[in-house]
């Protein structure tokens, strides 16, 4: 038996897959980017999580 949470996150994951395909034409074994691209990549989504997170925060805060 799959765990529910498990499955919701690989369909996450594929409908996140096939967004970005549509809107870059690319999977993600693309040749044209370098490790440096990725990377830059991964920390500017870090920096847009973060940001959501404060903002959630500051949210709940301001509710309380």
Known sequence: MQD???AAVQADLERRSAKGQ???GAPL???DYALK???REA???ALD???YLKAAITK???DE
Do not use: S
Request: proline share 10%.
């Open 4 to 6: 529910p949470i498990v």
């Open 22 to 24: 549509a809107e870059y």
């Open 29 to 31: 074994t693309r040749p």
């Open 37 to 39: 691209d990725w990377l």
């Open 43 to 45: 920390y500017e989504e």
């Open 49 to 51: 999580h973060a940001l």
């Open 60 to 62: 709940m805060e301001a």
